[in-house]
């Protein structure tokens, strides 16, 4: 008898952790910014304000500019991070306007690690850049979070390369689940989203388009999970004309 | 005849012993890293400053209104490769000293934070220039957390450099320090943070039998209130040359001057 609980205390001890363990949950947003945010005359209250209402713990932006002469020479990304209590990172892609232009987040909780990358395969239109930040949320559970913007040449080989640097650097040595967010300029049954789909979970999958903001016919913004082991626990994609011609993407994932 | 033939044995046996001894292996006393002498002169062409904001103690930094005068500060001089807030602390959802430093110098901010719950940080705070495409961290939770950004450091041959941060506050993070940096410091990372004055000796004697080729200098005041003290831990192409103490309106600041070695 005292054998047989000793057993059950032996065996609570190795499960009760798996009970215990708490799933890593985040609210991210996926941000278009349109040419740097000129639906909304550069306006970072505009952008402000609409993040706000979401209270996420990450925020990506793609087509972002920093002191360009069309955003008025102004870090519209720390001007935001100002406003919301949130912690910036900048990536810049190419050399724009006087200043620059790229991906960027806004995290709600300090990252210890962040890195861009920046890629132009034969055929591109232009320097595309990948940008991810490293974070320890509160329960000191740990997340990678990138965001790209894919090049928007018609062709898809293009993108397949760029998502193939992409993996190499972030996957590799990395024990982080990880989420990959942006504008892939490719819709679900692309070459470059199969391609996607080798590593990567849609975490989006059969939900709506993204563009355009004011008839949105084609789904070309994703979030991307690796492991494929994530769980959307909800998915909105939200159009607003007067902030981007994309829709934004507003997630709940989860990740054991 | 028989007392000759002992007296050669034990001879023989004797040598034998002898020679097994002095075969032995030498015993090697480990001495530790020394880090040789830098040359006597500052060679002013390759020097660079960092400057570091910090009370030196366990409270946090900005307590009053004294970042209008710090953004004052960092837009009237431009000489500084990096500006490091120790203990920016930062309430979650609030908006961030560091980072309104950034958004008003137009400058990239930084955060190496050293704790985190739902409501509150705490950490350094970390202010460049240059849009910043590796900000290179690790954190070990309750242990150690490490980071800072890599950027040219514009010498008379600009120098690709780590500026990295940390705070120490138990002998218990050294391993974990020595871990993090592993060959680090053959790639020019440059670790500006403090530790607490009770454990500074025995972090300097830790690293000299842990870490190689490097060196590191202390800084401390003797104003009453301080507990802790500025260490500067570089590669040993680098040197520490010089922090001198200053203050921007009440807060206490330490320009630190290096110098690459080449």
Known sequence: MILNKNILLILWVIISPAFMAQNLSLRVISMNMKEGGKPANFDANAYSD???????DVVVFQEMDNFTTRNGNKDLLTEMAVKLGMFPYYGKAFTYASGDIGNAILSKYPFYNARTIATKPTGASEMRACSWIDLMMPDKRKVRVAVTHLDVSSDEQVRVSMLATINTNILTNNELPTLLIGDFNATPDSDTMNYAKFKWQDI???TGNTISSTNPTKRIDYVMGYPKTW???????VCNPGLSDHCFIVADVEHL | MKNIQFKYIALLLVGITCFTFSCKDPVVVDEGYEAPAPPSEINNRNTFTVEFYSRLNEETLFQDNEIDLV?????????SLAYLFDRSDAFIGQTSPVVE???RTR????????TLN???VQGTGMIVRPIINVFEGAAIPDTLFVGGCTLMAPLGNPVVVALITCKLDDKMQFPALVKILGDGLKTNKIMIGTVKQNISAEMKEYLKYHLKDFRLSFYATNTAGKNREIFILTPVSFVAREVVSNNIGNLPMYQCKIEYLN
């Open chain 2, 118 to 120: 739902e409501s509150f």
């Open chain 2, 101 to 103: 430093i950034g958004w």
């Open chain 1, 204 to 206: 989006g999958e059969g």
């Open chain 1, 50 to 56: 609409f993040i706000r209402q979401y209270n996420p």
């Open chain 2, 107 to 114: 400058t990239k901010s930084f955060f190496v934070q050293n």
């Open chain 2, 71 to 79: 953004v004052n500060h960092i837009n009237n001089t431009t000489t």
């Open chain 1, 231 to 237: 769980i959307r626990k909800s998915y909105e994609i």
